[in-house]
Nanobody, 122 residues
Framework: QVQLVESGGGLVQPGGSLRLSCAAS????????MGWYRQAPGEQREPIAV???????NYADAVKGRFTISRDNAKNMVYLQMNSLKPEDTAVYYC????????????????WGQGTQVTVSS
């Protein structure tokens, strides 16, 4: 079984920084793309940062230049460093990971964390 456990969410002041982490655990043959999504009040869930197994990154325009996604392949962990936080960054943040299985059949199974509330307010 695979589970994703997130940590690091909470309350932070505008302009501050916060680091989210997510650990994928269990029997995992291989982890492909990992990423972070968020859902703000009244908004659709949207991807904000993704990183491939090779380290290629992509960011949503709203967070580009402020957020940095990284991963530790040896630990099956993904991180999101959030700087210059704004009130509009307030949302529930979700970690995701694609688990790749090659035996008995090839499959790409997405897993999600439980969601972590990030509130940016003074």
């Amino acid at each position: 079984q695979v589970q994703l456990v997130e940590s690091g969410g909470g309350l932070v002041q505008p302009g501050g920084s916060l680091r989210l982490s997510c650990a994928a655990s269990g029997s995992i043959p291989s982890v492909g793309t990992m990423g972070w999504y968020r859902q703000a009040p009244g908004e659709q869930r949207e991807p904000i940062a993704v990183i491939s197994s090779a380290g290629t990154t992509n960011y949503a325009d709203a967070v580009k230049g402020r957020f940095t996604i990284s991963r530790d392949n040896a630990k099956n962990m993904v991180y999101l460093q959030m700087n210059s936080l704004k009130p509009e960054d307030t949302a529930v943040y979700y970690c995701s990971a694609v688990v790749i299985t090659t035996h008995p059949m090839a499959s790409y199974t997405p897993y999600w964390g439980q969601g972590t509330q990030v509130t940016v307010s003074s």
